[in-house]
């Protein structure tokens, strides 16, 4: 190298350890959103406990009557949590859908992995198994896992298939999905009204089943699947860059998408297991994510995780105050407030092509 390439080698050098920083300084800042938004979510309520009395209960809950702790530890804290770790769960499950079949529109919802998910516990709803040790809680969160399984079993069977490539998981996908829905407005029909009421409401996924048992199995999925999706993000950010580019690189793409969908399954699954239908957030997070950071799946996998676990959480506020006395679900809020961001993004990206 010669001494004249020198300055613009470490000039280049620079502005990269500068790009570095920003982003992770704006990963840094959604934590620190995340965090002011969890404090607003806990504050709002009926009850008008002041934000100095909450933050005071939860470092001292001797100080609280036992009233207040009930309010707190029981019911707000628990609400709060899973609000985050659902976000958490369905927006990193979107950024490396996203990534893994180079489509901007592919979500947990795109392939059927949640619709089938919601077509077992809506099952376990209509048809309850008389099984003493299983509570009719725990037979919807396991039918929802199963039958999310097989639905990643059946697109992995259908990727063996010769001829078979993105395109046709992704249309096999909206297959399933519409198979799905069309399944779950039959057991609708058919279902008497008490669990009919069951049905629907679960249908508009709601945070107000969240429990401390829930959110210990969910945090748990999500420490176990974090890492090993971390681990994946170079190889995914390659194959952002082109299937043969990332095989050049020694990346074995079809057992990375496995892996994947795998993690896609089990965060999705036990999502939905435990709180219903939540759309969008795994649509729109990892786009907002990727207006932050780009698209280094370092970078762009914890900023989705975040900024889909900031969205529900500013849903969860939302949905306690756009009725005051009532708490509309959360899948309703979702909905309102992802359409008109979707439809942003899409015409912004329309304008750069």
Known sequence: MTAQALPGVQQAAWHYRRLLWRRTGLVAGLAVLLLVSVLSDLASGASGMSLGRLVQGLFDPTTLSATERVIIWNVRLPYALMAVLVGTALSLAGAEMQAILDNPLASPFTLGVSSSAALGASLAIAYPLSVAWMTAGVQVTVMAFVFACLSVVLLQAMSRLRGAGVESLVLFGIALVFSCNAL??????????????????????????????????????????????????????????????????????????????????????????????????????????????????????????????????????????????????????????????????????????
């Open 184 to 353: 779950v407005s039959l057991l609708q029909l058919l279902a008497t009204e008490d669990v009919l009421q069951q049905l629907v409401f679960w249908t508009m996924g709601s945070l107000a089943r969240a429990d401390w048992n829930k959110l210990g199995m969910l945090a748990l999925v999500l420490a176990l699947v974090l890492p090993f999706s971390l681990r994946a993000a170079p190889a995914m950010t390659l194959l952002r860059m082109g299937e043969d580019r990332a095989r050049s690189f020694g990346v074995d793409t079809r057992r990375l998408r496995f892996a994947s969908l795998l993690r896609i399954s089990l965060l999705s699954a036990t999502a939905v297991a435990f709180v219903g239908t939540i759309g969008f957030v795994g649509l729109v997070g990892p786009h907002i994510a990727r207006l932050l950071v780009g698209e280094d799946q370092r970078f762009l996998l914890p900023a989705s995780a975040l900024v889909g676990a900031l969205m529900l959480s500013l849903s969860s506020i939302a949905s306690k105050l756009i009725m005051p006395g009532v708490i509309v679900p959360v899948g309703i809020v979702t909905a309102l407030v992802g359409v008109p961001i979707f439809v942003t993004l899409v015409f912004r990206r329309g304008r750069k092509l």
